[in-house]
Nanobody, 124 residues
């Protein structure tokens, strides 16, 4: 069971990035999927999550209208499309997927393991 996040990089204020989370060893479509981020000196926070079979979708208030989560079951990959990026979006972004993710429209919590993160840096 492995999750590999990729797609991070350096982008200017207002720019866009798409993060990918490739899963191996299990069918991503059978579990909730979440994107989380951790900025220096701050706690890890949920950014966007998609529940089991898309039952619920969660977005942090700070990213609503700018970010979009999606999942491609054929390629066993999840995505986070990030538009209108701001310097405060700078963080290491992690994806997580397991039966231990709780997703509602109001909350997203991961009680499972974490994969390797990908750095997103937004310059002002």
């Amino acid at each position: 069971v492995q999750l590999q996040a990729s797609g991070g990089g350096l982008v200017q204020n207002g720019g866009s990035l798409t993060l990918s989370c490739a899963a191996s060893g299990f069918p991503l479509g059978d579990y909730g999927i979440g994107w989380f981020r951790q900025a220096p000196g701050k706690e890890r926070e949920a950014v966007s999550c998609l529940g089991y079979r898309g039952r619920h979708t969660y977005y942090a208030d700070s990213v609503k209208g700018r970010f979009a989560i999606s999942r491609d079951n054929t390629n066993n990959t999840a995505y986070l499309q990030m538009n209108s990026l701001k310097p405060e979006d700078t963080a290491v972004y992690y994806c997580a997927s397991s039966a231990r993710i709780i997703v509602t429209t109001a909350i997203c919590r991961n009680f499972g393991s974490w994969g390797q993160g990908t750095q997103v840096t937004v310059s002002s």
